[in-house]
């Protein structure tokens, strides 16, 4: 892409874009580097060495756009966050998976990204990023497919004809049992989040056997309780309308007791799932038609909102969480003496 003549600088935008996608590939690195070194499937293995480059090339390239800015770059994390002998955790399937999973979720931001950008060289790099990991995804299924290990998500039988709503009936009530069959909309949506949660459940349930910190353990402990509760609620509406919901993937957890990542590092990534799975929630109720389902997304989200809450305050009152770039305070560089 052709570069402007004159110094644009970085957008609030953009330089917010660059750090959390900073902060998440410096996480990345080292949770990938220690999947990498346990995985023994070779089919596996090229799809994480793969990511990990990915990862390792976006924290350079992130750096040297701040450094260009003389922008601080963000501390993230590094090789002092992961313990790459300690014993596995999770089974090479579920690396899979997980890769799988954060793809997806990293086409979402990207595509943000993207759409927010306007200088010539971060709307490139965006372009780069988002067309890597739609690979990496591409690469990421076609494994679990040839492996019998992607859950597709449910059929349904397509009607005979279009038609349009009738009634506002079609809403249903916000309580009750009497409510109409599910939309294809809002199976795509109960069966993403339930998969979702699943993945989530997992990571939780094996950091909290690893963490060092007491509170910490307790904390996950607890959003694994909370995950595996939205897991039962999605899956019961969609079995009340005959579909089936995605698995668990609790057995793909080892028995492991030793910290292969730091604390710091774990809060942070669950962090990540807790902002993640708001999003779907966020889309999903935008997209459900249906008032009770509605209804559900909104307690649902705020019970994720407080734990999201409680890790933060974790954070920093243990001196590890990063400030993101802030806006100038005015008033106080009006106010402050020379």
Known sequence: MKQTEHNVRLTAAEIGSLWIQYMNDSMA????????EKTEDTQI??????????????VQKISNF???????VPIGFTGND?????PRLFSDPFHLNYLKNMSKSAMIAYSLALSLATRADVRSFMMETLKTVVDLDEMATQIMLSKGLYVRPPYVTASSQSEFIQSTAFLGSFFGDNQRRLSS????????NAQSNAIAKAILIGFSQVAQSMEIRQLFVRCADI?????????????DSDIPGPMKLDTDIMASTVPPFSDKLMLFHILALTNMVLGYYAAATGACLRLDIS???ARLAAEIGKFGYDAVRILINNGWAEEPPMALDRKRLALTPS
Not at 45 to 58: D, G, K, N, W
Not at 66 to 72: A, G, K, L, S
Not at 228 to 239: A, R, W
């Open 66 to 72: 701040f450094n260009q800015e003389d922008f601080p």
């Open 227 to 239: 995950a595996d509760k939205h897991i039962k609620i999605f899956t019961q509406t969609l079995e």
């Open 45 to 58: 293995q090229p799809v994480l060495q793969q990511a990990l480059y990915l990862a390792q090339s976006h």
């Open 82 to 86: 992961v313990n790459l002998t300690a």
């Open 295 to 297: 209804v559900d997304y």
């Open 29 to 36: 690195t080292c949770t990938i580097r220690y999947f990498l």
């Open 185 to 192: 909309i809002e199976i795509m949506h109960l069966f993403l």
